[in-house]
């Protein structure tokens, strides 16, 4: 029987990391579309396991939504919707929460096989398991974010939708950049670490962008402002600066600048990272890497402008939100080619 120092890469298992990353797109997709819906708060209890039944029958339909109709949402925004509205928002909500069960079982059961028949490579078991509680705190942070609009508020709060995008995000580029690990291998030559710190900062700034989207997805900081480049006609949109630094947070205008601000520092940066790979300062093939990246940051950047200025219709709210999952993929790869390249020549202030 092999031991498992004997492994270095293993195709399998790469398969099953980008399935799984696959799959946590599709639940960055379709949360989005819950989000945009309204129907996050359609569901009011947290059952991990007897929860991953619908209601089956007409009795257990109105009991989901008499338990829908004692929360602030129904009675501020939704008062007097039928039970066909009622249950088209669940079904997303229901949707959204079984496909993140469904991660969790495709994740977990081939994990385990992989360790019983000794097909993984030790160096990513660690990786793998850290992925796995990462995918468990999920769930806990999900609820969590849900309670929050259960009470006193018609919504979720915020930094606790941001923090369950955010951590999805997390998972989404760690099955990636794992995935790539047991793909190739643990044989390479590293970049200069200029180059890869270069190219690690795009990638944090891709990620904290994506954490400043959630925060105006949680503030609906979508929904005012709608022009562009200016707002309102100014410069910059007046602060409820009372809120102290919850106005980071709350401030539907003040979210929304710092979106477009770090749009612009990404726009820059990307395009500049782009050009000085494409003059051959980065290894054999990475130029294209970086272009890709390039036109991706361009490519969202136009979308949120679009979404913008149709005050966030679903489809396009969807778009934009997927394709910020793409984006933080791109910047993923990216790296991870940058620190297994072959460098031919360096910038002397990137070395």
């Known amino acids: ?26 639940m960055v997709v379709v949360g989005g579309a819950t989000r945009l819906t309204g129907s996050g708060l359609s569901i009011t209890e947290w059952k991990p396991i007897m929860g991953a039944l619908p209601p089956m029958n007409h009795a257990d339909w109105v ?8 929360i602030p949402q129904y009675v501020e925004v939704n008062a007097g919707m039928s039970m066909a509205e009622f249950q ?3 079904w997303w909500e229901w949707a959204h929460r079984l496909l993140g069960r469904l991660i969790g079982v495709v994740f977990a059961v081939p994990f385990v096989l992989f360790l019983a028949f000794r097909a993984m490579p030790r160096r990513l078991i660690g990786r793998c398991a850290i992925l796995l509680a990462l995918g468990g705190l999920q769930g806990l ?8 609009g259960l009470a006193e508020r018609i919504d979720v709060a915020p930094e606790r939708l941001t923090t369950h995008l955010g951590l999805a995000f997390l998972i989404f580029a760690g099955l990636i950049w794992t995935g790539l690990e047991a793909w190739s291998g643990s044989d390479f030559t590293r970049a200069p670490r200029g180059w890869s710190w270069g190219a690690g900062l795009l990638l944090g700034g891709v990620f904290f962008q994506c954490l400043l989207g959630g925060l105006v997805a949680g503030a609906k900081a979508g929904m005012i402002y709608t022009d562009w480049p200016m707002m309102n006609g100014a ?18 205008g ?3 600048l710092n979106h477009r601000i770090g749009a612009y520092v990404l726009l820059f940066a990307g395009t500049f990272y782009a050009v000085q790979a494409l003059r051959g300062r980065l290894g054999e093939g990475l130029g294209a890497s970086a272009l890709v990246l390039a036109g991706a940051l361009w490519l969202q950047a136009g979308l949120g402008v679009l979404t913008l200025i149709h005050a966030v219709p679903v489809t396009l709210g969807v778009l934009h939100q997927a394709v910020a999952a ?3 993929a791109t910047a993923t790869v990216n790296l991870w080619l940058v620190r297994r390249s072959r460098p031919r020549m360096f910038a002397s202030g990137l070395r």
């Not at 890469?9 to 797109?25: D, E, I, P, Q």
């Not at 942070?141 to 929050?148: A, D, E, F, K, R």
């Not at 410069?235 to 539907?252: K, N």
């Open 326 to 328: 793409l984006v933080l």
């Open 1 to 26: 029987m092999k031991r498992f120092g004997e492994l270095d890469h293993s195709r399998a298992v790469a398969l099953w990391l980008f399935f799984c990353a696959t799959l946590v797109f599709a």
């Open 63 to 70: 009991e989901a939504f008499d338990k829908y109709k004692a």
């Open 254 to 256: 003040l979210v929304q």
């Open 88 to 90: 088209y928002i669940f």
């Open 235 to 252: 410069l910059f949109p007046p602060v409820e600066w009372g809120q102290g630094a919850l106005a980071f947070l709350h401030d539907q």
């Open 141 to 148: 942070i999900g609820w969590w974010m849900v309670s929050s």
